[in-house]
């Protein structure tokens, strides 16, 4: 168990919909990363947050937004699903900049009909 | 912009023999962190061995092993004694120490497929 949570497991909606995935990080991390994994493909970055702030950002979506809140859980926002954007959400969470690794959570499956 | 790149999509090993994973990587700093994540079917990413770019030893775990070659920008991965259970996508990825922007950049992955 890595400490970070996300929520929930798995996702099923219709094209054009909206959906909130969650991340609660470990105690104590002030940096919380999300990466979208389609089938068979690698982990691609989508953003960052520290202390509530954006740190950096990856080829997110317009239609996606996230945000950090003041006890540093994380939501990631989709809307105006489409088919492509099934796939394996990742949150990971970092203590601090310049701590070695970062611990990623389970993921969401989310899958869009 | 820092990459990092996988060039063997799929591999396979007998069970019990020694596979190398390669990765190489791009980059202008000069200090970071490397890592080997393994993601079974379950899905969930998993850190396998880590190294800092300032040690000069290869790091080791067990049965997992990289070979940190810093001036070449290479970061191979040998497993040892291959298990069943080794069976999975192995991600190389790439972290900076020091820039403010510090999110994990991930290789394609290759996937290891274990013979009995």
């Known amino acids: 168990d890595s400490g970070v949570t996300q929520t929930p497991k798995h996702l099923i909606t219709a094209t054009g919909q909206r959906v909130t995935l969650r991340c609660s990080p470990r105690s104590g991390d002030l940096s919380v990363y999300w990466y979208q994994q389609s089938l068979d493909q690698g982990l691609q970055f989508l953003i960052q947050?520290?202390?509530?702030?954006?740190?950096a950002k990856g080829n997110i979506l317009e239609r996606f937004s996230a945000q950090q809140f003041p006890d540093l859980h994380s939501e990631l926002n989709l809307s105006s699903l489409e088919l492509g954007d099934s796939a394996l959400y990742f949150c990971?969470?970092?203590?601090?900049?310049?701590?070695?690794?970062?611990?990623f959570g389970q993921g969401t499956r989310l899958t869009v009909v | 912009a820092q990459t990092v790149t996988q060039s063997q999509p799929e591999m396979s090993v007998q069970e019990a023999e020694t596979v190398t994973l390669s990765c190489t990587y791009d980059?202008?700093?000069?200090?970071?962190?490397l890592f080997w994540y393994k993601q079974p079917p379950s899905r969930q990413m998993i850190l396998v061995i880590r190294?800092?770019?300032?040690?000069?030893q290869n790091a080791t775990e067990n049965r997992f092993s990289v070979n940190f070659q810093k001036a070449a920008k290479s970061f191979s991965l040998k497993i040892s004694d291959s298990q069943l259970g080794d069976a999975a996508m192995y991600f190389c990825a790439y972290r900076s120490a020091t820039n403010r922007d510090d999110k994990i950049i991930f290789g394609k992955g290759t996937r290891l497929h274990i013979l009995p």
């Open positions: 990971a969470s970092s203590p601090h900049r310049g701590y070695t690794e970062a611990f």
């Open positions: 190294q800092e770019a300032y040690k000069q």
């Open positions: 980059t202008s700093e000069s200090d970071y962190y």
């Open positions: 947050y520290y202390n509530g702030e954006e740190r």
